[in-house]
């Protein structure tokens, strides 16, 4: 199974925007005013919508120091995989690897029947970084790591990653209309059990660009093409899981949704039911998604 039936958020304790993330995240724009009421509304609504439509959700609360405004997104630092492996990850911006709080991660072993931790962290000392499910957006059934390099994506850690966990990977470079390097792997493209969303107009490279349909295609996936334009409103930013009764559902966020067109969404439906909610102030401020606020549990 690719997609997962448990998550795991985080509820924020001081969100806002975070200039050392914005040097090459170039979706984040910094809003005046109480964001942090404003996530608080936003990651609120979500969970409730994940829990009207029965899927499972781990709330973990941040704590206010240190302090980790990006702490929303736990997605990057974290990933969960059968087995009980529990992966730790190199994070670009040092406020950010005080994410990986030990009290934290020792609740998550415990929580989730954690048997071995594979932590890639040390890397962070050589300037090397894999942002967890940011900066590879896994195919679990077929073992593929799809990975959009960029100053957070390093080869080398996605290339040990890949060995250690046994996925084959497929390195790529995409840029936005403008031609500035795509930050993370998962605002441009998502994969689920039968579909993937994806901007390849944002890969320029023609042939990365048929290494990746191809291996989309030798998997199954039907392939939904989205614009440079959709992407900038995060419809790659999209997530496939599935509830208590086993029926699968997209989650993305409203400003994702209504950049869809009918087509998109007619084959989208085909697979999965769409959930969205409003996200813009998280969006804005964080440069990330729906997609970045879940950490799938297997």
């Keep these: 199974m690719n997609s997962a039936s448990h998550l795991l958020m985080v509820r ?21 005013g109480n964001v942090q009421e404003r996530a ?6 979500m969970v409730q919508l994940l ?11 941040d704590m206010p120091s240190p302090e980790t405004p990006d702490s929303i997104f736990p997605n990057n630092w974290v990933s969960f995989h059968e087995g009980g492996i529990m992966c730790l990850y190199p994070m670009f911006a040092p406020i950010r690897r005080l994410e990986k ?32 499910t940011g900066s590879m957006v ?22 040990e990653f890949c060995c250690l966990m046994k996925y084959k990977p497929i390195p790529f470079h995409g840029e936005d209309k403008n031609r500035i390097p795509v ?47 959709q992407m900038q ?3 790659g930013n999209m997530l496939e899981v599935f509830n208590k009764d ?24 085909k697979y999965s039911a769409i959930l969205h909610t409003p996200l813009y102030t998280i969006e804005a401020n964080g440069g990330g998604s729906a997609r970045c606020m879940i950490t799938e549990v297997f």
Aim: proline letters at 4%; a negative charge.
């Design 183 to 229: 930050y993370h792997t998962n605002v441009m493209m998502t994969v689920g059990n039968e579909y993937a969303v994806i901007c390849l107009d944002s890969i320029a490279d023609t042939q990365e660009k048929d290494q990746v349909v191809t291996s989309l295609r030798n998997s199954e996936k039907e392939i939904i093409p989205i614009t440079h334009h």
């Design 40 to 45: 608080l509304s936003e990651f609120d609504r």
């Design 233 to 235: 409103h995060f419809a």
């Design 12 to 32: 924020p304790a001081g969100f806002g925007f975070n200039p050392e993330t914005a040097v090459n995240n170039a979706f984040q724009v910094a809003e005046p």
């Design 138 to 159: 896994l195919d679990r059934r077929h073992k593929i790591a799809y990975a959009c390099l960029s100053p957070r994506t390093h080869i080398e850690v996605l290339e």
């Design 246 to 269: 086993g029926k699968s559902f997209v989650i993305m966020s409203t400003q994702a949704y209504q950049s869809l067109n009918t087509g998109q969404i007619t084959t989208l439906q």
């Design 51 to 61: 829990n009207h439509h029965h899927i499972e959700v781990t709330i973990v609360n």
């Design 101 to 132: 709080k030990p009290e934290l991660i020792e609740f998550l072993q415990r929580k989730f029947n954690v048997s071995a931790i594979l932590d890639l962290s040390p890397h962070e000392n050589e300037n090397r970084f894999l942002e967890g």
